[in-house]
C-alpha cells in the first residue's frame, strides 16, 4: 500500500518492544529501501542475517535490487545536477 514511514514506525515500535523479532527487521529493511534510506535498510538487513542466517537467500536478493536501485537513483542525480555546475 506504499505507506513505508508508516511500516518504520510501526515495525520500530515492535522492535523496541521485541528485539529479537526478525520479521520486524526484515519488512524495516524493505520499507527503508523504498525511501532511500539505504543505510538504515542495509543495518536492518543484517540484524535479519543474525537472528536468521537462513534468510540469506532473500536478503541477498533485497540487497542486489538495493544496489542496483541505489545505482540508477545516483545516474540520475547525476545527470540531474550536471549542468548546474
Do not use: C
Amino acid at each position: 500500500m506504499e505507506e513505508y514511514y508508516e511500516v518504520i514506525e510501526h515495525t520500530t515500535d515492535i522492535i523496541n518492544q521485541h528485539p529479537g523479532t526478525m520479521k520486524a527487521f526484515y519488512l524495516r529493511g524493505k520499507a527503508h529501501m523504498e525511501v532511500w534510506n539505504e543505510a538504515e535498510a542495509r543495518q536492518d538487513f543484517s540484524r535479519v542475517l543474525d537472528l536468521d542466517p537462513s534468510m540469506k537467500k532473500a536478503v541477498k536478493k533485497d540487497l542486489a535490487v538495493l544496489n542496483m536501485r541505489m545505482q540508477e537513483k545516483n545516474e540520475e542525480d547525476k545527470n540531474k545536477y550536471k549542468g548546474m555546475f
